[in-house]
């Protein structure tokens, strides 16, 4: 067992005995109501937490050069594959808003990915991302320099609840990131005071790091962070796997088991996902502002509004590996109707932004946004076959 993961757990055995003794609930309250609250304060701390971000990058990148720079967090893919997302006439007018205004099928690419800020064996305990992006969509996006980008993307892990709260605890967090110390945040320092560390956000932290799954195809993703639904309404969103998704069996003792397992998956069979969106009830503790709070299904369930679908395809080819890389998925990349909310997606639209620039730069290549299935980001419109497929 690494001393990391020893570290981890001995900090789990701690918190454990501090649930026990009830130095916190899952169930707690949040300080913030069900509304959007920006404090004053905020904005000064996301220019630390880009340097931090930057500061990462760059030291993931001296201990693997000469590959390219790459995304501070999920910089191991396990692939970019092609889908389509298909949105039927909804019943319900209040889910009427963004792409699913009215029944279209976008084309769409998917980024699947493991958290860490390096890449690791796949056996390490990880979170898994999924990041779509729906292309040609009809609505200006949010972001002032790339109205016309015409990319909604959705971006998830594969647990339904983030384990930081808030901006001003996520510099702390990444201060601590950034030099490299894993724990230094939740334990304060290493603070002697056991009443200063930070339990609940350990406790969370702990259980986003997953035992990898048979398949990424077989997972269950979420947004965590709170989005608009039209003007007056808020949600969460989740991409769940269709029961009739099957995982391969491949040699699990592999570093890039789960790319093998999804290249070899896809090459014989499609797969699916049901997009389904959650609307916050107001009159519930379902806040925007406290991402650490779990929006119980009890409270609402979650709606299906979309079909994904992955088809039958060879993606893990030199060249489309490359262009999975020069992508960029941020929330913000999307319609006033789906706007992101909260803290926490305040300060995703510099970080992403900041950290994609960052390392386009150095990678010298240009940081554009695809305009459908063909691998390229120059803007043209994408070849296609009678049937409107990229070969
Ligand atoms: C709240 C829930 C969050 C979720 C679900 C999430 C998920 C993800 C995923 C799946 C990716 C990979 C996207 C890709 O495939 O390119 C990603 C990238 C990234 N995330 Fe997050 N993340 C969250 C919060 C945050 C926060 C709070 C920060 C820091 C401020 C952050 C910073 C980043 C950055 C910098 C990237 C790489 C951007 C790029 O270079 O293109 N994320 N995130």
């Given at each position: 067992m690494n001393t990391a993961l020893k570290i981890l757990l001995a900090g789990g055995g701690v918190v454990a005995v501090a649930a026990s003794l009830n130095f916190f609930?899952?169930?707690?309250?949040?300080?913030?109501?069900?509304?959007?609250?920006?404090?004053?304060?905020?904005?000064?701390?996301?220019?630390d937490i880009i340097s931090s971000a930057?500061?990462?990058?760059?030291?993931?990148?001296?201990?693997?050069?000469?590959a390219p720079y790459r995304r501070d967090v999920h910089a191991k893919a396990h692939g970019c594959v092609k889908a389509t997302f298909s949105v039927p006439e909804l019943n319900q007018p209040n889910l009427r808003y963004g792409v699913f205004k009215e029944p279209r099928e976008y084309q769409a690419w998917i980024r699947y990915s493991s958290g860490d800020t390096m890449p690791q064996p796949d056996s390490v305990r990880d979170a898994r991302g999924m990041a779509i992006k729906l292309m040609n969509i009809d609505s200006p996006t949010l972001l002032k320099d790339k109205q016309n980008a015409g990319s909604q993307d959705f971006v998830m892990i594969n647990n339904d609840v983030f384990f930081i709260p808030t901006v001003k605890e996520y510099k702390t967090f990444m201060q601590t990131q950034a030099q490299g110390d894993k724990f230094g945040y939740f334990f304060d320092n290493f603070n002697w005071n056991i009443f200063k560390w930070h339990y609940r956000q350990l406790y969370l932290g702990a259980s986003t790091l997953k035992a990898a799954p048979d398949s990424l195809l077989t997972e269950r993703y979420y947004s965590l962070s709170a989005y608009r639904l039209g003007p007056e309404q808020f949600m969460k969103y989740s991409a769940k796997a269709c029961d009739s998704n099957t995982s391969i069996k491949v040699d699990d003792d592999k570093p890039n088991f789960l790319r093998t397992e999804l290249s070899e998956n896809l090459s014989s069979n499609a797969a699916c996902f049901d997009f389904m969106v959650q609307l916050q009830n107001p009159s519930k503790n379902m806040p925007v502002e406290d991402t650490t709070v779990r929006w119980k299904e009890s409270d609402s369930p979650f709606v299906k509004v979309a079909r994904i679908t992955i088809p039958k395809q060879q993606f893990d080819t030199p060249e489309q590996n490359a262009f999975c890389e020069n992508l960029s998925f941020t929330p913000w990349h999307g319609t006033q109707d789906l706007e992101p909310v909260g803290g926490i997606n305040r300060l995703r639209k510099a970080v992403y932004d900041g950290v994609s620039r960052f390392r386009h730069g150095k990678n010298n290549v240009e940081k554009q946004e695809p305009q459908g299935w063909c691998l390229s980001l120059d803007g043209k419109p994408c070849p296609t076959n009678n049937e409107g497929v990229v070969p």
């Open positions: 609930s899952e169930e707690e309250a949040s300080e913030f109501h069900n509304g959007i609250y920006e404090p004053p304060e905020e904005k000064t701390y996301i220019a930057v500061a990462m990058s760059t030291r993931s990148h001296k201990l693997t050069a000469p």
